[in-house]
């Protein structure tokens, strides 16, 4: 089935220790995101990727770093977590930036850090 | 800065119809967008609007003024799979999607 993977489903990790969240997609879309969804606020962008060999900062980029190697896969890397960075991620796409192509998401990484 | 402002939670009743209202103050408008998530689960696309007035799409229709910042989703006949949070999102000058907190629907028998 066509769409978007995202693993790992959930996580538990210890503040400090570097994680990566992993995305896949097969529906060769040149635009890919990564929010993150924190209760009573809305979808907040961290990093997203126009095409492949390019990124761009969000919203909330700080303490997050993406990469773009080809058009299928958008990891995001917390370089050494923190408590606050406890929220569900979701990864997106889209055909492309602009245009009326609405997003598709992943299914969503809930991460815990204590 | 850039907002979007809909209701927090709404309440309706199986059968009946309920509309969802947002509006929005962002720099540029290029579309406006709204998405369901059920609980635990990722948002999936419902309604596109860039042109003001009324799209409809079976059950469900969104409106749109541009001049007011405004839109509205209207579910009609709702069922109890409706219960869900529908979320409002705009494009702005940048092509970045502003999204809404989420109304949460819950829909009593």
């Known amino acids: 089935i066509a769409g978007i993977t995202q693993a790992p489903t959930s996580q538990i990790l210890a503040a400090g220790r570097r994680m990566t969240l992993r995305c896949t997609q097969d529906?060769?879309?040149?635009?890919m995101y990564w929010y993150r969804q924190d209760l009573g606020l809305g979808l907040r962008l961290i990093h997203y990727s126009n095409t492949a060999g390019t990124t761009g900062k969000g919203e909330v980029p700080d303490g997050y770093s993406v990469s773009r190697a080809n058009t299928d896969d958008f990891p995001l890397t917390l370089a050494s977590a923190v408590p606050s960075q406890t929220s569900v991620y979701f990864c997106?796409?889209?055909?492309?930036?602009?245009?009326?192509?609405?997003?598709?998401f992943g299914e969503g990484s809930r991460l815990t850090v204590l | 800065g850039q907002n979007i402002d809909q209701p927090t939670e709404m309440t309706a009743t199986e059968g009946a119809i309920v509309q969802i209202n947002c509006t929005y103050q962002t720099s540029g408008f290029n579309g406006l967008f709204w998405y369901q998530q059920h609980a635990g689960e990722a948002p999936t696309f419902l309604s596109y609007n860039v042109l003001d007035g009324l799209e409809e799409k079976g059950r469900f229709s969104s409106f749109l003024s541009r001049s007011k910042g405004y839109s509205y989703l209207l579910l009609k006949e709702l069922q109890m799979k409706d219960s869900a949070s529908y979320l409002c999102a705009v494009r702005d000058s940048n092509y970045q999607l502003i999204w809404g907190a989420g109304t949460k629907l819950i829909i009593k028998p």
């Open positions: 529906m060769r879309h040149n635009a």
């Open positions: 997106a796409s889209s055909e492309d930036i602009g245009g009326v192509g609405e997003l598709f």
